[in-house]
């Protein structure tokens, strides 16, 4: 009877090193997937409802003396601390190119207000944002004019 306790300690003894050199393998790749994980996802891709980063898209401009344009336009967002975040965005229709900047603040789950400031035309006024994923609606009005804009991440 000893002897045969005896063998059984042995093969657990020798399939318990094999246990134990999967487990540390396994072990030692949890950090690898993690930062193949984390690398792949940027910041803003971890927050789907995050305006950082850039995004391009069209839409409409209304001009104060009525005309109507397309627009195509090239945003960056910063985060500027907290739930705020500093736009730059240059939109270009057939009349021509204008820049902005704003300071946006959201105000619910994906959805954020704020105001800009057209240096170029020197126009002032609030801007809307609601972001569905990968894309955003952006409605922005002052001084006459308005625009309506759909935006994807680039």
């Not at 050199?21 to 927050?47: F, I």
């Not at 619910?108 to 955003?136: A, E, L, M």
Request: charged share 20%.
């Amino acid at each position: 009877m000893n002897r045969q306790v005896m063998q059984q300690d042995c093969s657990v003894a020798r399939a318990s090193p094999m246990r134990w050199l999967k487990r540390v393998q396994r072990l030692a790749l949890a950090p690898l997937m993690v930062l193949a994980v984390t690398g792949v996802m940027s910041s803003s891709e971890a927050d789907p409802g995050s305006l950082a980063g850039s995004w391009s898209g069209g839409g409409w401009v209304s001009f104060s003396n009525g005309a109507k344009e397309k627009a195509r336009c090239h945003a960056n967002y910063s985060k500027a601390g907290g739930d705020s975040y500093t736009l730059h965005a240059t939109c270009a229709t057939s009349g021509g190119k204008a820049s902005q900047t704003a300071t946006l603040h959201k105000v619910s789950t994906d959805r954020y207000r704020g105001s800009f400031f057209n240096s170029d035309f020197n126009v002032r006024g609030s801007i809307r944002v609601v972001v569905h994923g990968r894309s955003q609606s952006v409605s922005l009005s002052g001084d006459g004019a308005s625009a309506s804009l759909n935006l994807s991440r680039r």
